[in-house]
């Protein structure tokens, strides 16, 4: 099966821009998609597809992709942004299955 | 509006086995797929399996086959998540998540709140 790998933790400045990266061969077939968590709440979907965001995610998050590597980027990011990010997307080793990244722990300073 | 209400929380002895719910509403049931997805205590997700809940085919990671089964109650919008055998290392919280059906789908737009089961002896 696949793997998708994160950096296990970055920190920005409140205000300032964020790239959080997602590493993994699936990558290259499948758009990734991203999950906000905050501590003890369910996982929130922030974008998926190429760079959609569903209703009520802010305009400040984006995506993009290239080659086995996606990121996710915080445009001015906020004090209510820190919190976990896991990336996730379909296996594409053969049987349909799924996969999500280590995720990213993200602070504001 | 899309919700997906779990049962409750669990405590289990190794060996035992348990069942958790997901009862889906705001949306046709079987429209979407039903995937269910772990968390241990301070760890990552990790995928389990999915359903689809109109004909009951199921599909679950290797690691867990044998172990896990995958039902639904389409009389009600529940999926069930079973899992046999458990280990100490299988506490953590369990999510379902739906994800909507079409080839270009692959993300989880609806979650659960999540069901702790906690294995300890």
């Known amino acids: 099966s696949s793997e998708l790998t994160q950096d296990p933790a970055v920190s920005v400045a409140l205000g300032q821009t964020v790239r959080i990266t997602c590493q993994g061969d699936s990558l290259r077939r499948y758009y990734a998609s991203w999950y906000q968590q905050k501590p003890g709440q369910a996982p929130v979907l922030v974008i998926y597809?190429?760079?959609n965001r569903p209703s009520g995610i802010p305009d400040r998050f984006s995506a993009s992709s290239s080659g086995n590597t996606a990121s996710l980027t915080i445009t001015g990011a906020q004090a209510e942004d820190e919190a976990d990010y896991y990336c996730?997307?379909?296996?594409?080793?053969?049987?349909?299955?799924?996969?999500f990244g280590g995720g990213t722990k993200l602070t504001v300073l | 509006q899309v919700q997906l209400v779990q049962s409750g929380a669990e405590v289990k002895k190794p060996g035992a086995s348990v069942r958790v719910s997901c009862t889906a509403s705001g949306y046709t049931f079987t429209d979407y797929y039903v995937h269910w997805v772990r968390q241990a205590p301070g760890q990552g997700l990790e995928w389990l399996g999915w359903i689809n809940p109109d004909n009951g085919g199921t599909s679950s990671a290797p690691k867990f086959r044998g172990r896990v089964t995958l039902t639904r109650d389409t009389s009600i919008n529940t999926a069930y998540l079973e899992m046999r055998r458990l280990r100490s290392d299988d506490t953590a919280v369990y999510y379902c998540a739906r994800l909507e059906k079409g080839v270009s789908s692959t993300w989880f737009d609806f979650w659960g709140q999540g069901t702790l089961v906690t294995v300890s002896s």
């Open positions: 996730n997307s379909r296996d594409s080793s053969g049987e349909p299955a799924w996969v």
């Open positions: 597809g190429k760079t």
